[in-house]
């Protein structure tokens, strides 16, 4: 295993830990989430190169266009949960009321 293929992997796990672990605040959760779709990007752009295909995919385009609209919809719902409930901490939204 190459040292870039194990900085891929590696910035994959740790923005999934992230994730997992530390939900304290709603931003910190989408900037893991930002994190894992751009190492994603990144992964698949480098791709057609190390196998030396001639042609070039259109797959990290599509990626990098839901991740642009990934962010704009998480900052969108971190501003209206912060009008709303005051704070960005996750354990103050409860999915069971309105």
């Known amino acids: 295993m190459s040292y870039l293929h ?25 900037l893991c989430l930002e994190s894992i779709i751009l190492s ?9 190169i190390q196998t030396q295909t001639p ?20 900052l969108a719902l971190l501003v209206a949960s912060t009008r709303t409930h005051g704070s960005d901490h996750l354990h103050n939204f409860n999915l069971l009321q309105c």
Request: aromatic share 12%; with cysteine; glycine share 6%.
């Open 6 to 30: 194990l900085s891929f992997y590696a910035a994959f796990t740790l923005s999934s830990l992230g994730l997992a672990f530390h939900r304290t605040h709603l931003i910190s959760a989408l």
């Open 40 to 48: 994603i990007y990144v992964a698949l752009t480098i791709w057609p």
């Open 55 to 74: 042609s070039s995919t259109i797959i990290p385009i599509l990626i990098l266009t839901f991740s642009a609209c990934e962010a704009g919809t998480g």
